[in-house]
């Protein structure tokens, strides 16, 4: 099977893709959740990658991605680098904006 997908009948050419959260296992015969702090590329690669400097999966197994540390956001520019949020107390974790704040870095009032 090509990378990110798994065998669905042993010995048959049959393939398909994991789900969200999931990656190929060993022997790529099913898929598996991802372990606490990590995720599966959108690549097609087969292993869980580890969650970015500053982000986690708040002890979830199985994650479709990791999400930003509290005073940390997502760049606009690359959603896997996390940015010191200015001041940190805007950006309460999770990838979102405290209450009262939106927009890239929660920079904007809403």
């Known amino acids: ?19 969200p959260g999931l990656a190929p296992g060993l022997g790529a015969f099913a898929c ?10 959108a690549n097609g690669t087969a292993a869980c990658l580890p969650c970015p400097e500053h982000s986690s999966t708040y002890n979830l197994t199985g994650a479709a991605q990791c999400v930003s540390d509290p005073g940390y956001f997502p760049s606009p520019d690359d959603p896997l680098q996390m940015v010191a949020c ?25």
């Open 1 to 19: 099977c090509p990378p990110g997908t798994v065998s669905v009948t042993y010995g048959t050419a049959a393939c398909t893709a994991c789900a």
């Open 32 to 41: 598996e959740a991802c372990p606490v702090n990590s995720y599966p590329p």
């Open 86 to 110: 200015k001041p940190p107390w805007i950006c309460p974790g999770r990838s979102e904006c405290a209450t009262g704040y939106t927009g890239s870095m929660c920079g904007r009032c809403s």
